[in-house]
């Protein structure tokens, strides 16, 4: 007989491990349907089956007959629970119907495949419901395959009819299950290195890990075998400005004075702080020129003696962007105004402040300190 039931080409399983049970023959004349669930076969593994119907003529060699045709429906039988009892029960549900024609010998014949889900059924069974032409000698042979077994992807061959049927262990788990080593498994590849990018969107790829099996992510360093955190725009990174001090009118000598305060301006993770001035320094009783002096002081919280936190005049190393020039002074005398950018860069101590202080008394309206700062990160 020249057929092939594993013509089937939409899964990638070998015939063996696809194959339900044997061949079954019903002759035509049977054309009961199935009325009890021992009738028809087991398909309680399986989520699709292939079923075929051809003719088959004990002698070969009569190919007369003609106008031959049978017509099939094939059943499924679900199982239920009877409302208000714990009895199991079932019904038989007829789900396709197909005329084949059964003319000449079985090598001209008109066989027929089909492929049909189990939608979760108990059992199929195919009927022979009707048959046109004279049969004479004539059989309609009967089969079923199951495909993609719906606990672990195979199954082995089991017996005919249902009476029993073999399949590999489940693979079906609970939490806290032991893993499974047989049935569907979910696979990556492992790897040492980065595989190449796929040439356009939407290739094909597919997952890797490490060749310990833990999963790489996108974040993975291949050279380093290690995984980087990265913060997108962080605050961290972000200018922070600040006013130091903002005095317009100053009319009596205020003594030795710190912005933002006593305790300095705190650099976090800033290594780099700058400061923007405005210093005038008035003139004052008999039109004497005063004279106002600002210096900067850095501090790690070095506290001798106890309780008492040191400063460091640490003007020196403040650069002088207007002036270009380290070592400045930032004195303003008289009415003569000092403009100045005076920048730390890399500053790697916890505090910063700014001491300012006028030598007497400025007018009521000529002594200014204006004081504004950028911390950051380089």
């Not at 001035?277 to 004497?288: N, P, S």
């Not at 008289?334 to 700014?354: C, Q, T």
Request: charged residues 25%; hydrophobic residues 35%.
């Amino acid at each position: 007989m020249k057929r092939n039931p594993f013509s089937l080409t939409d899964r990638p399983l070998k015939p063996s491990s696809r194959k339900l049970g044997k061949e079954v023959r019903q002759t035509a004349v049977i054309t009961d349907q199935p009325t009890g669930r021992q009738q028809g076969w087991d398909v309680s593994n399986w989520a699709y089956v292939v079923w075929t119907c051809h003719g088959v003529d004990p002698d070969v060699n009569d190919a007369g007959a003609s106008g031959f045709t049978a017509q099939i429906r094939i059943w499924r039988y679900k199982e239920y629970s009877n409302q208000g009892t714990d009895t199991p029960s079932g019904q038989w549900f007829a789900v396709e119907e197909h005329t084949v024609s059964m003319d000449g010998d079985i090598e001209n014949g008109g066989p027929m495949e089909g492929v049909i889900s189990t939608d979760s059924s108990d059992r199929m069974y195919i009927q022979v419901f009707a048959v046109d032409g004279d049969p004479e000698s004539w059989d309609v042979a009967l089969c079923l395959y199951g495909l993609a077994d719906r606990e672990s992807g195979c199954c082995e061959a089991g017996s005919v009819g249902g009476a029993s049927s073999s399949s590999l262990p489940a693979v079906t788990v609970a939490h806290d299950d032991p893993v499974k080593d047989k049935g569907l498994q979910i696979m990556y590849e492992a790897t040492s290195v980065q595989r190449a990018a796929v040439s356009t969107d939407s290739d094909a790829n597919r997952p890797v890990t490490n060749l310990h099996g833990e999963t790489v992510l996108a974040s993975h360093t291949w050279p380093t075998q290690s995984d980087r955190s990265e913060e997108i725009d962080p605050e961290s990174e972000k200018p922070v400005e600040d006013v130091i001090v903002n005095i317009q009118d100053v009319d009596a000598d205020p003594g030795a004075s710190y912005a933002p305060s006593v305790d300095g301006l705190p650099m976090f993770g800033f290594d780099s702080v700058s400061f923007q001035l405005y210093l005038l320094g008035g003139i004052g009783a008999a039109a004497a020129n005063r004279t106002v002096t600002v210096t900067f002081e850095g501090s790690d919280d070095l506290e001798v003696p106890a309780g008492t936190r040191q400063w460091v005049d640490i003007t020196p190393a403040a650069y002088s962007e207007n002036r270009d020039a380290t070592s400045q002074t930032y004195t303003s005398t008289g009415a003569v105004a000092l403009a100045d950018l005076a920048d730390f860069d890399a500053y790697n101590h916890k505090r910063i402040r700014v001491k300012y202080d006028w030598d007497a008394d400025p007018s009521a309206t000529d002594g200014k300190i204006v004081v504004v700062s950028r911390r950051k990160v380089r």
